[in-house]
Every structure is written in structure tokens, then in C-alpha cells.
């Protein structure tokens, strides 16, 4: 088990903790902007297209499972903020959609 799920006993107690406050969680998530994930998504693509760049099925295929990766990690951290302040209306400022068209204007099927 992680260090904080043997301190609090449901996703309901964390707000309780000082470092797990909703103005640290807000700080947080406001560092990611469309801007900033676009830049990282990009890094890392490059990085996979250089090792595919006689593959261009394998870029594809690896630009997809990346992003179903991506884009099911962001939904399962909104999905926790939910469950951990529900009435907080916390989510990243970026939406699935803007994660779609980084992916699609770097994809080699464009």
C-alpha cells in the first residue's frame, strides 16, 4: 500500500489533510495547461518517432496506445479529484478533445 492510503481511510478524508488541501490540488493542476501537455506529449513523440522512422505503422500504432493511455490517466485523476472534493468542481484545464488534436497533428495520417 501507498503511504497515504494507510493514513486516511476513504477518498472523502483527504481534504481533512493539510497537504492534501484543495488550494495545494488547485496549484497543482493549474501548472498543466494545454500548453505545457502539449510540449511533453510532443517530447516524448519525438523521441518515439526517431525510433520508428523506417516503421511509420509502428509510429502510428504507438501514437495511438499512447494516447488511450494518456487520456485514460487524465480521466482517472478527474475522476479521483471528483470523488475527493465533490463539490469542488476540480478539473484539469484542458479537455479530451485538445488532447485528440495534439495527437492528430502529429500523427503520421495527417
Not at 493542476?29 to 502539449?38: C, L, N, P, Q, T
Not at 509510429?59 to 472534493?85: N, S
Request: proline share 2%; aromatic share 12%; hydrophobic share 35%.
Amino acid at each position: 500500500k501507498q503511504w497515504y492510503q494507510r493514513r486516511v481511510r476513504g477518498h472523502h478524508e483527504i481534504g481533512f489533510y493539510s497537504e492534501f488541501s484543495k488550494q495545494k490540488l488547485k496549484a497543482l493542476i493549474s501548472d498543466y495547461s494545454i500548453k505545457e501537455v502539449k510540449k511533453g506529449l510532443e517530447s516524448v513523440m519525438k523521441k518515439i518517432e526517431k525510433h520508428f522512422t523506417k516503421e511509420q505503422n509502428l509510429f502510428t500504432v504507438a501514437c495511438l496506445t499512447m494516447q488511450a493511455e494518456f487520456i485514460k490517466q487524465v480521466e482517472g485523476h478527474e475522476d479521483l479529484m471528483k470523488q475527493c472534493y465533490p463539490d469542488a468542481g476540480l478539473k484539469f484545464s484542458f479537455t479530451v478533445a485538445q488532447i485528440h488534436a495534439v495527437f492528430d497533428g502529429k500523427s503520421p495520417r495527417h
